[in-house]
C-alpha cells in the first residue's frame, strides 16, 4: 500500500517557521499496523528539512488496521500530518529560485518511508516501503499565505512585464536579459546575472543611439524622454558594481539578490517601453 499527499501549510503550532504535510496512508487487504515512519523534505534534488510525524495521529485508528481484514478490492486509509522546521536561508532560497518555473510556483518532493508490521499468511513482517510525493505550492498560495506565515512578511504578486520580441535588433538584447533572470533565478548566481545585465543592457544603449536615441523615439513626451535616460544611464552604473569582496574599493557595496532582481525588473520595463513605442508607430528603421 502506498502514501498520498493531501495539502501542505504552514504550520501554526510551531514558534518558528514549519511547513505541515498532510497526507493519507493507504492499506487494504492485509492486516497491517503502523510502526513508524519518517522522511525528508527536497527542493530541486537537494534536502531541505526533515518530515518529523506530527503528534496528530488517532494511535487506536493504526491498532484498529491490524484486526480487520479488508477484502482485496476495498482501501482504508490512516491520515498522517508531517512537520518540516526552515530555517530563513532555506525560505529565502525557495522564494529566490521558485522564480525560475514558468509560473513561479514552488515545486517540493517529499521522501517517506513507511514502516509497518504485517500479517502474511500468518507469519507477521516488518515492512519498509519508500514513497516519493510531488508537493507543489502555487505562486499566490507562496506570497499570500506562506511568506506571511513563515514569518518573512507580506508580499504583493506582482508579474514581470511579457516583451514581445518584435524588434530583430533587441533579439540579443532580450534574450540576454533572459538568461541573467535564469542566472540569478535558476542558478542562484548573482555575479554571472550583473555580467550578462551589463552586456544586455550594452546591447539595449548601441540600439538606442541606432535609432537616434530617446529624444527621436519619444518626441513628443520630454517626461519619458529624461525617465528613459536616466533610468539607462543608472541601470548600467548600477549594474557595474562588483559581486566580489573587493566591492568596497571601488566605493560601493557589494550587490544583494533583491537589487539584481530589481534592475533586472527595471531593465524589463525600460525595453517594454522602447518596443511597444516603437510597434505603436511603426519606428523600423528611424
Known sequence: MGINFDTIDVDKDYSIPALKLNTSWKYGNNREALLNTYGRLKFKGKVIGRLELAPTIDVQLVI???NKSQPDNTDDFIPLSFTCVL??????????ARKSEPKGDVLLQAEITIVSLMDKNGYMLISHRKSVLNVPI???????????????????????PKIDGGQEDLKDAVDMLNEAKRKLYGDLD??????????????????????GGFEKLFDDNKNIINLAKDLQAKLHGAASRSQDSTAAHAGGAKVEGYEAESMIFMAYSLYKLV?????????VNA
Open 87 to 96: 530555517d530563513a536561508n532555506t525560505i529565502n532560497i525557495l522564494n529566490t
Open 190 to 211: 548573482i555575479g554571472a546575472c550583473l555580467t550578462i545585465l551589463r552586456n544586455s543592457l550594452k546591447k539595449f544603449n548601441d540600439f538606442i543611439g541606432e535609432k
Open 64 to 66: 484498529e488496521s491490524l
Open 275 to 283: 518596443i511597444d513605442r516603437i510597434k505603436s508607430r511603426g519606428v
Open 138 to 160: 502555487k505562486a499566490s498560495d507562496w506570497v499570500h499565505d506562506f511568506l506571511p506565515g513563515l514569518g518573512v512578511g507580506e508580499y504583493e504578486l506582482i508579474e514581470m
